[in-house]
């Protein structure tokens, strides 16, 4: 083998090292890279034969080395990163905005400024008026999702921000709350919001692309709870789930380029509907078997004692003030101290406990959604809780 076979065998193998690493930073197999090509400092000793422990410790750099590299690159090139959200604000998807603060947050859209608004799940459907969101806390739970358009998800932002299409969410699928584990029922296990989003990104040179983009877990991870499954189970059903709507939003993102080269552009958010539609009934398909599974975890979260009796605690100390009526729910929320909130049924059944931020609350209020209760209902709300099977035989903790 000649110095120059030699060479380009090298470079192959860097080739693919680095290729391998931009896969995993966010680009879609075959994609073209939006950077041509890295530099990259290598050490080559001129005196040991063979493989060393100094040359291993060398490859492992390398390999990391490689891996910032891409990162650092295809961050330049405004690229996209899986399982994350653009921050407007930062101008940037790494910042700490770009992501949940909690498992069971989903994409609520961005704020005016352009930072990314993370909401609790079940918040987001008390916020909607789903009456479903009893469902998350049933002694058999169910998952619940919702399709949220990429018109509503924007709507807030102002003026120009985002407007260059850098990164669109042309709409998402929130599920909630799915057992961490996918159903395997491996034992008691958190709960946690998914979120699937059809994203259309733009990079720096003007490429366009449709991705699906997931928020709460990574294909990575999906795969590996459906090993062993037999071809069966949720986890398996929600990776095949996945995989097919990245077929299909492949096909729709040539069907785009085409469309866009014989100057008639498609409205690819009405185009991207169907295959949200279909990932909401199928997301609720998929772990309905799994629910029966989480039942025993979700009891002892409930008999645990803890949210009831902090629930009754704060609904016995509330002020009139702190009461207020759901008029779309029919039903009474507790503001708590530190943006916990409970809901009651007329007839003090504690439903679930929430913890709101602030702005929640206020926009809420804002809304009219929940009006304060008045002297009289704050009196037989008082009363209906001290009444109810829940509330008798409980020590008041102090
Ligand atoms: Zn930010």
Redesign the pocket.
């Known amino acids: 083998m000649g110095p120059q076979d030699r060479a380009a065998r090298v470079l192959e193998d860097l080739r693919i090292l680095a290729r391998e690493s931009a896969e995993r930073a966010g680009l879609t197999r075959g994609e073209r890279s939006p950077v041509e090509a890295l530099v990259v400092p290598l050490v080559v000793s001129l005196d040991r034969d063979g493989v060393s422990r100094g040359s291993l410790r060398e490859a492992d750099r390398l390999v990391r080395d490689i891996a910032a590299r891409v990162d650092e690159a295809l961050r330049g090139a405004g690229a996209f990163h899986p399982g994350r959200v653009h ?1 407007f ?2 101008d ?1 998807s790494d ?4 992501v949940p603060g909690s498992p069971t947050e989903t994409f609520a859209g961005w704020v005016a400024t352009g ?2 608004e993370w909401i609790d799940f079940a918040n987001l459907l008390l916020e909607r008026g789903d009456p479903r969101v009893d469902r998350l806390y049933a002694p058999s739970p169910e998952v619940v999702a919702i399709a949220m358009r990429g018109r509503d998800l924007h709507g807030r932002l102002l003026g120009a921000i985002g407007r260059d299409r850098s990164f669109a969410v042309l709409g998402q699928v929130a599920a909630g709350l799915i057992p961490g584990d996918f159903g395997a029922g491996r034992g008691p296990e958190a709960r946690v919001a998914l979120t699937l989003q059809v994203i259309e990104t733009r990079f720096a040179g003007g490429g366009r692309r449709l991705r699906l983009n997931l928020l709460g877990t990574t294909l990575d991870e999906v795969s590996a709870a459906s090993e062993g499954g037999g071809g069966r189970g949720s986890a398996e059903r929600l990776r095949r789930l996945i995989i097919l709507a990245r077929e299909r939003l492949d096909l729709l993102g040539r069907a785009a380029a085409v469309a866009e080269r014989r100057g008639r552009p498609l409205d690819l958010e009405a185009q991207a509907e169907p295959l949200l539609l279909h990932l909401r009934t199928e997301l609720e398909r998929v772990f309905r078997d799994a629910g029966h599974r989480t039942r025993h975890a979700v009891e002892r979260h409930l008999d645990g004692g803890r949210p009831t009796d902090t629930a009754l605690v704060d609904a016995r100390r509330a002020p009139v003030e702190r009461l207020r009526y759901d008029e779309q729910r029919k039903t009474v929320v507790v503001l708590g101290p530190r943006g916990r909130a409970h809901v009651f049924s007329p007839d003090g059944r504690h439903v679930t406990s929430l913890s709101l931020g602030p702005a929640e609350a206020e926009r809420k209020g804002g809304q009219h959604r929940w009006r304060p209760l008045t002297g009289p209902e704050a009196d037989d709300f008082r009363k209906a809780i001290a009444e109810h099977p829940c509330a008798k035989g409980r020590p008041i903790p102090s």
């Open positions: 921050c604000q930062c940037a910042c700490p905005h770009g930072k990314p």
